[in-house]
């Protein structure tokens, strides 16, 4: 029989309480408090919704510079129930991508079930692992790598004989260029030839819709990356109001692609060797390539995903580089000479003529570096880590405000001033780590292994049409000045008055 001494019980559970608060205590080390003590700096936010109300802003990454001026450059925020580890200074975009890019190479959004864009098929919302890796090898050895972009020179260079001819059409007319249309018909055509091997009609309206659809997932993409932000039953119900939208612009998407993709299965059923993107895809569809299997809609994903990724971002760049270009005379005059004495006055610009033009080079990094049409990215720290001298937890998003990185007054001399020759200085520089460090304060293109796989490409594009349009004409504009102002539609930064320009061919001759 056990006979319980119900005194000695009491005195043995009171020592033992009294031993467990002297460990927490004296010994312990306390968890969650010693975290809190030295997260990055936070602004006062409100119940419930926390820092929401500071990132409702048409131009956000004006307002989160503002903020960073005001409480530092490594900022901690939460947006209802997530925490934001907001990114503004060169020093810590440097750190970040040198110390922590595996554990912030992931995006960290949840999927919209059963949409085709930012959803759970995306590549480029995929985490990092299997499925990301596999695609990106495709596009690195199909599209968008050096030798990719050597074997695809040809398309490149007929469409641009085409952008050409069109501007020479509207100079014969006296016609004003919208600048951003034709950038759009240029852009939009290489990337549909480059990824189907073929551009889409003009005809049967096929080019209009593609064009129609890139700028509406624009738009449409913002608003799912927001509501995936949201708590579950919040995010059902935000996603409600536009699921109409999305399921339309999803079906329209699927449609168009569906017949693209059969188009090429009848091609590759009557034994035709497939040699594009579209072809490698299907391939991996097909089961042919046995690293991973991938469906059809992870296919039209990849393709909607190509698609805002590279059509807007093409066609912004362009237009604000033009823009400075147009605001300072100087810089004309020194681009359109060098473009003269190395390439002529008789031919076009190839593509060929870019790295014997560094000048023009130079611009187009400018151009960027002051208007990086993806102002703002983000990141998913998977694991905690010390940012900037800071705590940040695991599963925080990580947002780099490139837009701020680029224009940090201790990273970069005149900042707010379009200076192309900043960067002829510093491609002579000696020092490797030097110039490390200065690709890591040009964050345009991000960093790191999630940075962007269509950087080469996009230097090519701006480089020559912005090539082209110096080398081939004068441009009257009506105001003394072009307005700079800035505007955010969608995700991307644009012009808030969109450039509309004159051109007046500069020879009698069409360059051949
Ligand atoms: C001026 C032109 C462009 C700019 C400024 C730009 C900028 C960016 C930025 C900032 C990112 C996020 C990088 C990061 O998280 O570190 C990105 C990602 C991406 N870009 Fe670009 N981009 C441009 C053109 C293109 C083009 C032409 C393509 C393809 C045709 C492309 C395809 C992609 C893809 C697929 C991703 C996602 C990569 C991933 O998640 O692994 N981009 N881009």
Redo the contacts with the bound molecule.
């Keep these: 029989m056990i006979i319980v001494d119900f005194q000695n019980c009491f005195i043995f559970i009171l020592l033992s309480l009294f031993s467990l608060l002297c460990y927490s205590l004296f010994f312990r080390k306390p968890k969650e408090p010693r975290l809190h003590f030295d997260l990055p700096p936070s602004p006062p936010s409100l119940p419930i919704i926390g820092h929401l109300h500071l990132l409702i802003s048409v131009l956000l990454h004006r307002s989160l510079l503002k903020l960073s001026i005001k409480y530092g450059s490594i900022l901690y925020l939460r947006v209802f129930s997530f925490p934001v580890a907001l990114i503004s200074s060169a020093s810590i975009a440097y750190e970040i991508?040198r110390e922590h890019d595996v554990n912030i190479s992931s995006?960290g959004f949840p999927s919209t079930d059963d949409s085709l864009f930012a959803g759970s098929f995306s590549?480029?919302?995929?985490p990092y692992g299997d499925y990301?890796k596999f695609m990106?090898k495709l596009?690195v050895t199909n599209?968008?790598g050096a030798q990719a972009l050597e074997r695809s020179r040809r398309v490149r260079a007929d469409e641009l004989d085409r952008f050409y001819k069109n501007l020479l059409d509207k100079a014969m007319n006296k016609e004003s260029v919208e600048i951003c249309a034709e950038a759009l018909k240029l852009?939009n055509n290489i990337?549909c030839k480059?990824i189907i091997g073929r551009s889409c009609s003009e005809e049967n309206g096929e080019a209009e819709k593609v064009r129609a659809l890139a700028t509406e997932l624009d738009g449409l993409t913002k608003k799912i990356l927001l509501a995936n932000m949201l708590r579950p039953g919040f995010k059902k119900l935000v996603v409600s109001l536009f699921r109409k939208e999305m399921m339309d612009v999803s079906s329209r998407f699927d449609e168009l692609l569906e017949r693209i993709l059969v188009e090429h299965e009848d091609k590759l059923d009557m034994h035709h060797q497939g040699t594009d993107l579209m072809d490698a895809l299907l391939a991996a569809y097909r089961g042919k390539i046995a690293e991973y299997k991938i469906s059809r809609n992870h296919i039209k994903s990849f393709f909607a995903?190509?698609l805002f990724?590279?059509?807007d971002?093409?066609v912004?760049?362009t237009q604000w580089a033009m823009a400075e270009i147009m605001n300072n005379p100087n810089v004309l005059e020194r681009l359109r000479g060098e473009i003269d004495s190395v390439v002529g006055k008789k031919r076009l610009i190839q593509e060929t003529d870019l790295p014997n033009l560094p000048y023009l080079q130079a611009v187009v990094k400018e151009g960027?570096r002051l208007h990086?049409?993806?102002p703002l990215?983000?990141?998913f720290s998977q694991e905690e880590c010390r940012m900037g001298g800071f705590y940040v937890p695991g599963k925080t998003i990580v947002m780099?405000n490139?837009y701020a990185v680029m224009r940090d007054s201790d990273s970069w001399e005149f900042p707010d001033d379009f200076k192309p020759e900043r960067f002829l200085d510093l491609s002579r520089s000696e020092q490797e780590e030097d110039r490390r460090e200065q690709a890591i304060k040009y964050?345009?293109?991000?960093?790191?292994?999630?940075?962007?796989?269509?950087?080469n490409?996009?230097y090519i594009?701006?480089g020559t049409a912005i090539g082209v349009m110096v080398q081939g004409f004068e441009w009257r504009i009506k105001e003394e000045k072009i307005n700079m102002e800035e505007a955010v539609v969608g995700l991307s930064l644009t012009m808030a008055h969109p450039l509309k320009i004159i051109p007046i061919a500069r020879t009698l001759i069409p360059l051949t």
């Excluded at 590549?123 to 995929?126: E, Y």
């Excluded at 345009?444 to 962007?452: D, E, I, M, N, V």
């Design positions: 991508f995006r590549f480029t919302s995929a990301w990106k596009l599209l968008l852009s990337i480059l995903d190509l990724a590279g059509t971002t093409l912004q760049t960027l990086p049409p993806g990215f983000g990141r780099v490139a964050i345009a293109f991000g960093s790191g292994r999630r940075s962007c796989p269509g950087e490409l996009a594009f701006i």
